[in-house]
Structure formats: structure tokens, C-alpha cells
């Protein structure tokens, strides 16, 4: 039988009856005993909760539903609360919010509904079950008012399974609702999805997380520090039920009194002063005591892999101080962290941050499979010391900003002229004659005059080229990192807005528009997406809108505009990235001019192949 329950919830009534008596017979988790019961509970989903209210009271409810969106966020909690009123038998009709008192809402809570059906699609994702599961939608409830099938991890199902779950779906009985939750709704096949309506969770904000742990170490009776909530609230990550489980194993330790040490020592957190202290280091170019520091922290027990883990993550914040203020909303953590960044971001530039953060992002993901993780990440650290002495060619061979001079160091008097028309997109910040010129693929040989923000070229009525800046450091840059090959379509302006989307948590709509034509007008970006257009205005929120035109913006070096529109319908998604670290990555970077004249010029090699799409 597929009715297989999904390991996160208990199945046996005993458990249950604890659970929701309130009866402290033994421990019970705090995710689960602070589980919401109606609608009104789900803390940071409003825009789910209150559609599904509306939905219900109007009689316009579904046959099948996707909860997409991150582990751990509430989504098989809102599709057990949506079974829940949908089967409520407080009333002879579906109810906005389930009286949670009824046989029927108990059972679903305990999940031993007869009519509710959970299925971890992780272990059940054949296509034998799936056409058990068919076969079963056939039968009517056998009390309520819908059978109701609550798939979880449903991206894992198999496309044979998918096929005949479509048939359902085509046409469903009145009695049968699907609900699939799922972390990766773009594994679920379109002609899926397209039967569906779509909800997709957010990330859970800090605060709503403090405030949340705040109510519940009340009602625990813990005395808990302010800070230590707040590093629950970080190592949460955007998820109520990990912050949760870390309190859970908190609480044992912390006799009387939940210190931050606590939690510090529970997660295996670097004190952030001491990640502020390492950035300082990097900023005086200090390699020995970045050195030291890191041997401090290794003797204490510390990982490698989790040290870099929280410094990626403490560049990432300072980046975005820098960028959008230290009081930005993009930035989820406590204000004594927003402090540290802040200070961390005064000492470097954007560019400079974010190079720091893109090579902590490669150390990070290479530590989990090397197996002398410490020399790695030492490795690591020493490259962002000299992160600085990498900036041109890293700039040139990314295509980004080639303001002349940018970076302050100088650039050969004779610039090289490179008859590469693709690089249509790119922009010389600052320049705004560079980024007209540029994005018209004009490369005058004029002399052009300059503004000149900082200090200049050694030649400042050089012609605009882009990346004509010292290639000389390719020849001694062990970091060559070559980009992908542009597209007609403006490849960095593209890659600027989706690093800019995945460094916030927004990778469901990354991927998304990954998927997506995208187009240049005038000053108006518009991205064509194959989805209906609801589903756009549902992935589309007003602050990634935001944070997306200030990245295409920031990238382009002059304002633009966006508009994300619908595509054709029955167009297929191409899920996956391409794989770069292959030979078809390498072969694509080794035909690019910029590349090739620098192994001309210089003798450089390529040494590794980095798709930016896929540094994390
Ligand atoms: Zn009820």
C-alpha cells in the first residue's frame, strides 16, 4: 500500500494523544508541539494562508495543490491544515480555518486519518505505486468529505509515475484533492504543474523566527538571552523547525539559563568576533595571522568545513551591508551582527566583497570532499589575502566593469583592442559613453573622453575596450577563472541578477528565470519565463523585484527596468544547470577570445573552469 507516512510526523495515536493534551508524559519535540493548528498560527506564510482562506470561503478550492519552497518551512504543516479544512466536519462545507476539535481534524493532526493520505514520494515514487495510488482515488471517502493525498518530496517521483499520476489529474473525481509538497518544483513536470495551483513558501524572515522562539521559550518556561534566541534565529536559516530542533537540544545543557554560549557551542559556531577579527587580517594583508587565527580556532575542535560555512555566510552579510546598508531588510540576522558586518564592509570595497565571498563559496563546497579539508581552507583564506593582487584579471575575464583603471592598479599604455561584439551587455561603471558603446558593440577607435572617477588609466584618452586592464596578471594568476561564454543576450547582466537572487535565497525563481529568454530594450529588461502568468506573479515578490533590478542596474552601470512575462504554454522547462567542470565548459572557455589571446600573449593556461552558476 503506498500510504507510507512520511518520517517527520508520528503515526501512532499514543504519540499523538501527548502531543496534543499537552500532557508532558515524556519529551516531545518543540516543532511538533508548537506545530500550527489553524491557518492564523503559520508564522511567516501569510501569502499562502490568506489565498487558501479565500479560496475556501469563496468555494473555489482545487484538486491539486504544490507547496514549494525549503525544507523545514511549513509545507506539509499548511497542506495537513488545508486537509484539515477541507474535511472539517464543523460545518456541512470546507471552513477558512478547521475547528481543530473534530474527529476529523484530530486524526489528520495525528496524522492517522483514514481519508488523509501521506505518502513520503521519496521511497514511494515508482510507478507500481503510483498506479496503486490510482486506483485507490476510484473509491469515495470512506467518512469525509474528501480523500485528500499529501505527497511529500514529490520532485522525487518518476516520470513514468508522473504520467500516470497526470491521468488523474486530468481528470480528477470530485472527491480526490493532491497536494505535492516539495523543495524543487522545477523537477515536477509542467503538464504537472500546470494542474496544480502553486504556492511557493519563503524562507521564514529572522525577526518572525526571534519572535516566534521568543513566545515559545516563554511559554517553556526558559530563561533564555536575548543573543542566544538570535543565534538560534541564524542557525535556523529561515527555518522554524531547524531553529527549533537546535532549542530542543539546547535545553538539556542549559542549567537554568539559555546562554548564547550555549547555542555557540551546540552548533559549532565561530564566535563572530573572531570572523570579524580574520577579515581584518585579510584587509592588512596579514596572511600570517590569518594563519594563526585559523590554527587558534582548529585546536579549539572547530571544523574546517564549518568555519567556512559561517564565513561565507558573514561575507555574504557583509556584502549586502555594503550594498544595501546595514539596516537592510536583506539582511536576517541580529543587530549585534549588523554591527560586525557593517564594520567588516567598511573595510573593503563591493567588488573586493564579493570576490571574498566567491572564493570562501569555492572553498566551502570543495572542503566537503577533499580530505585535507584544514590546507583548503587555508588555501582559501590565502587567496582572499590576495584577492586584491587578482582583481584585474578577474575583472577581465568576467567581463564585468572595465572602467579603466578601476581596481587601481595600471594598465598597459597600449590597450589591447578585442573585436568581440558578444560582449554586448557589459558596461564600464562609471562610464556611461563605455556602457553605450559597449552595449551597441561599437568599439570606436576614436579617442573617447572620459569621467574619470578614479584614479585613471595610463592612457585616459584610451579607446573604450573592454578589459584592456593589466591582462598582464594573467600570466601570474593561478586563479584564472574564465566565465562562460556570453550569450547575444547579455551573459553578466543575466548571471549578475541570478547570483544576486541565489546569495539572497531566492533560487526557486532563480530557477525559474534561468529558464527564461531574457532581453535588453532600450533601458527595459524583460525576462519570458514558461509559466502562466500566475505563477510569476507568485514567485515574483515585490522585494526580489527590488533586489532584481538593483542587481540588473548595479550590473548593466546605468538604471534599468524589468518586466517578467509569461511564455508559451506548453514550452518545457529544461531543469539542471550545464555542467561546467567538464569538457564542454572547458572547450566553450578555451574558444573565448579573451582567453585565447591571453594564452598567446602571456603563455597562460587554463587551469580551472569555473560556471559561476554553480559556485555554491
Ligand atoms: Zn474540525
Known sequence: MVAAVSGHFPTSAGLAGIAYNRISVSYQVLARKYRPQKFSEVIGQEHVTRTLRNAIEQGRTAHGYIFSGHRGIGKTTVARLLAMALNCRSSDQPVAEPCGICDSCTEIRAGNSVDV???????????????????ATRYRPARDRFKIYILDEAHQITDAAFNALLKTLEEPPDHVVFMLATTQPEDIPQTIRSRCQHFNFRTVRFEEVLGQLRKIAERENIAAEEDALALLAEAGDGSMRDALS????????????????????????????????VMQAVARNSSEEVLRRVDALLSEGHSPLHFARQLVRFLRNATVAKIAGADSSLLQISSDERRRVARVAELFTEEDLARQLQIMLRTHSELGYRPEQRFHLELGLLKMVHAQRLLPIE????????????????????????????????????????????????????????????????????????????????????????????????????????????STGNRMLSSLLETGAWRLQGSELTIQVPSSAKVIEMALSAEAKRLMVGAASRTAGRSLTLKVVPGEAGRPLAPGRPSSNGGGGRSRVEQNPIVQRMKEKFGAEIRTVIDYREKR
Open 117 to 135: 493520505i501521506e505518502i513520503d514520494a521519496a521511497t514511494n515514487r515508482g510507478i507500481d505505486e503510483i498506479r496503486e495510488l490510482r486506483e
Open 246 to 277: 537546535i532549542l530542543d537540544q539546547a535545553i538539556p545543557f542549559a542549567s537554568g539559563r539559555l546562554t548564547a554560549e550555549t547555542i555557540r557551542s551546540l552548533v559549532g559556531a565561530v564566535p563572530s568576533d573572531v570572523l570579524e577579527e
Open 395 to 502: 575583472q577581465l575575464l568576467s567581463e564585468a566593469a572595465a572602467a579603466p583603471g578601476a581596481g587601481g592598479l595600471s594598465s598597459p599604455a597600449k590597450p589591447v583592442v578585442l573585436p568581440d561584439t558578444r560582449r554586448t551587455e557589459s558596461s564600464a561603471a562609471g562610464s556611461p559613453f563605455a556602457a553605450d558603446s559597449a552595449r551597441k558593440g561599437k568599439l570606436s577607435a576614436e579617442p573617447t573622453p572620459l569621467p574619470q572617477p578614479r584614479p585613471p588609466a595610463a592612457t585616459s584618452t584610451a579607446p573604450v575596450v573592454m578589459g584592456s586592464a593589466a591582462p598582464a596578471i594573467a600570466a601570474i594568476s593561478p586563479e584564472a577563472e574564465a566565465p562562460e561564454e556570453p550569450t547575444p543576450a547579455s551573459a553578466d547582466l543575466r548571471q549578475g541578477v541570478l547570483d544576486a537572487l541565489e
